[in-house]
């Protein structure tokens, strides 16, 4: 089965603990994007990489990290500043960035601080 | 990429059409007009994209006016499982800026 996984679906931490996200796909794609959604609102670009070892800031990067260290892995890091980090957080990937191509989601993590 | 504009929700009865109506004055020449549902909690589901000509696939219809600054996502026949979030976006296929869409609701 080709598609997105995100991991888990469910995740609870602390207040101060760095946690980490993970996000796969097994499409090839080369595109990857992070996006963080709160209750009744849309969804916003947190960080995208259009390539291995390349990565860019959307509109709320602060806060967060990212790694592209392989094709098919785009793990998202929420630190400790990141100051309201309680959200539903999406990644998504499409064959490449740009050029009017599509980008397929994962079923979401939703992160709780405590 | 250029922002749209959409109602906020809209009700339609099972078994009709569904229309939902995008604004995008200020789409640019090389940004397509994507719509993505999502059902509560779930990951938006891509359902269909266009940059001038109206486009068709088997979950829906887009018409996208000559001028380009509106379009209209089409259900034919919608159904009880149509009720999302239904979200127009306009890109070049990078960035995407989602809004807080139309919530659709399908009454029985």
């Known amino acids: 089965d080709g598609g997105i996984t995100q991991s888990p679906k469910y995740l609870f931490r602390k207040e101060g603990q760095n946690v980490t996200l993970s996000c796969e796909q097994n499409l090839n794609h080369d595109a990857m994007y992070w996006y963080r959604q709160d209750p009744g609102q849309g969804l916003r670009l947190i960080y995208y990489s259009q390539i291995v070892n390349d990565f860019q800031k959307g509109d709320i990067a602060e806060g967060y990290s990212v790694s592209r260290e392989k094709k098919e892995s785009f793990p998202l890091t929420v630190t400790s500043a990141q100051k309201n980090p309680t959200a539903f957080y999406l990644c998504?990937?499409?064959?490449?960035?740009?050029?009017?191509?599509?980008?397929?989601f994962g079923p979401g993590t939703r992160l709780t601080v405590l | 990429d250029a922002k749209t504009t959409q109602p906020t929700s809209m009700d339609c009865a099972e078994g009709r059409a569904a229309n939902l109506p995008c604004n995008h004055s200020?789409?640019?020449?090389?940004?397509?007009v994507y719509w993505y549902r999502q059902i509560h909690s779930q990951g938006p589901q891509y359902i269909i994209h266009g940059l001038k000509n109206n486009e068709t696939n088997e979950m829906a219809s887009l018409i996208i006016t000559e001028d380009r600054k509106s379009s209209t996502l089409i259900l034919p026949h919608a159904t009880l499982r149509d009720t999302a979030v239904y979200y127009c976006i306009a890109s070049t296929g990078n960035q995407f800026y989602f809004g807080t869409g139309t919530s659709l609701t399908v009454i029985p």
């Open positions: 998504a990937s499409s064959i490449e960035g740009g050029t009017g191509n599509e980008q397929f």
């Open positions: 200020t789409i640019s020449g090389n940004e397509y």
